[in-house]
């Protein structure tokens, strides 16, 4: 093929490609001008987006610690009333750890049946969703790719999707401490310098110190960030000249004593006790471990972040303000990973809420570009249409995933029920070791299964 024939060629494409812009465009322009039509496509993703998620969480079945919050901690009996939980977190909170919240609602997800819990987790994803949405545009109109662009990046970006959106304890800890997180952030976010007067105000007031307890006392790393984003706010009235309002305060003093009921927990200390006390080798090591787990597992987030505040600086609009409500998530992120270096651990999990919180500062920057450049609106487009395409294949790896391991537990649960009948002390099952769509079995799930089942469970390593 001679090179005129090859550029006869590449043209050709790049026609077709323009016209499809092209085409794109001028439907785009008429959804947004379209009120009926708009409404029924926002209608429709929101479907899409829910059914999806709730699909998997109907398809994901008991694994690994959602077979021990089924018990009042630290006794054999099961949960079967808001008492027993109650009971449950009390021993919980001396025994283990100060999440009291997160696991309360755990807890409470496990005794309900199993479509209403699938349901509620489902709901709280797309409110999740919805709050980083609000946390991104702010008062500004909405927009469409945003709000996929922001279900995109949650599903490719947060690294076990499975661990902390679709398990049930792990998205108790997670996915709904996130939530609350972000709704107990997102009147700091809407302030504007308008506040609340007389007995209103009190109220509100009253009603912020109260939800910051709650929001305060779910996760460490994540709540120790919230913290950080709500005094950076102080800081950004201050600049833009608007009085710190009193609800903004009480709330702040409310998520400092959550914080603090949550970390003071005599559960923690013990704990720390067995894990022996912090030295300078100890503390370089963590940092060490903290940093590459964040660029190994939140690399992916670290460079779309780069890549949006490259385009911004070059095509943004208002640039000194977005760029410093950018900060504010950017720098709670880098926060909530070091935070991690009290922790012995530093779980793939505990990277949620540091993404949640790079995807708000990354989406602030994407909203304020100008998109009335042309190469910008291509350049969404394209992103989107592989964004999509890519999901879909991802989308069907999850199922087959997660499938494989209801299949699993469906033939345990007959061969456990089986050897109960002919009088067996014990079953043996080859371990699940998980993925990114759903949670594998760690060393203790013996221990667990056994209990809950009633028989003596050995799990083996794979072949």
């Known amino acids: 093929m001679s090179d005129k024939e090859q550029l006869n060629i590449f043209d050709r ?17 008429k959804i947004k001008n379209g009120g009926r039509k708009r409404s029924f496509i926002w209608l429709i993703t929101i479907i899409v987006c829910f059914s999806c998620v709730l699909f998997l969480n109907i398809l994901t079945p008991l694994i690994s610690d959602d077979f ?61 969703i919805y709050l980083i949405y609000m946390h991104i545009k702010g008062r500004n109109k909405g927009s469409m790719s ?24 792990g998205a108790s800890n997670y996915l709904w401490g996130t939530f609350f997180i972000l709704l107990f952030l997102l009147p700091y976010r809407l302030y504007e310098g308008k506040g609340f007067s007389g007995v209103l105000s009190i109220f509100v007031s009253l009603g912020l110190f109260l939800f ?3 929001a305060g006392w779910t996760n460490e790393n994540t709540a120790g960030a919230m913290i950080l984003i709500a005094l950076s706010f102080f800081y950004y009235y201050r600049i833009q000249n608007w009085k710190i309002p009193m609800w903004a305060i ?10 603090s009921i949550m970390i003071l927990a005599p559960g923690n200390f013990e704990r720390a006790g067995e894990g022996g006390s912090l030295s300078l080798y100890l503390i370089g090591y963590r940092l060490f471990n903290s940093t ?35 900060l504010i998530y950017t720098i709670a992120a880098i926060a909530a990973v070091y935070a991690m270096l009290f922790s012995p651990t530093f779980p793939r999990r505990a990277l949620f809420g540091v993404v949640t ?35 879909i294949f991802t989308f069907y790896l999850a199922f087959k995933e997660i499938n494989l391991f209801k299949e699993i ?13 002919e009088g067996k002390v014990s079953c043996q099952f080859e371990r699940f070791d998980g993925g990114i769509y759903i949670h594998g079995e760690d060393p203790y799930s013996e221990e667990l299964m056994s209990k809950y089942y009633g028989i003596k469970i050995k799990l083996v390593a794979p072949d």
């Open 212 to 214: 910051g307890i709650v």
């Open 68 to 128: 021990a919050y089924m018990f009042i901690y630290g006794e054999n009996m099961r949960i079967s009333s808001v008492n027993d939980i109650i009971q449950s977190q009390i021993n919980h909170y001396n025994m283990w750890g100060g999440r009291s919240i997160v696991h309360f609602i755990a807890q409470l997800l496990l005794m309900l049946p199993a479509y209403v819990a699938d349901l509620l987790n489902s709901l709280i994803y797309m409110g999740y």
């Open 357 to 391: 919180f790079l995807i708000i500062g990354m989406g602030i920057l994407y909203y304020n570009m100008d998109f009335m450049q042309r190469i910008l609106r291509q350049l969404r487009l394209s992103v989107l249409l592989v964004g999509f395409v890519s999901f």
């Open 146 to 169: 945003l709000f996929v662009l922001i279900n995109l990046s949650v599903w490719f970006l947060q690294p076990v999707f499975g661990d902390t959106v679709l398990w049930i304890t």
């Open 409 to 421: 537990m469906t033939e345990r649960d007959a061969q456990i029920k089986q050897a109960k009948e």
């Open 292 to 326: 590459l787990t964040f660029f190994y597992y939140g690399g992916s987030a670290i460079l779309a972040f780069l890549l949006i505040w490259f385009i911004y600086s070059k095509n943004g609009k208002d640039k000194d303000n977005n760029m410093y409500l950018n």
């Open 250 to 259: 009480s709330g702040f003093i409310g998520a400092i004593i959550g914080f």
């Open 13 to 29: 494409i790049q026609n077709v490609v323009s016209i499809f812009y092209n085409w794109i465009d001028e439907k785009s322009n």
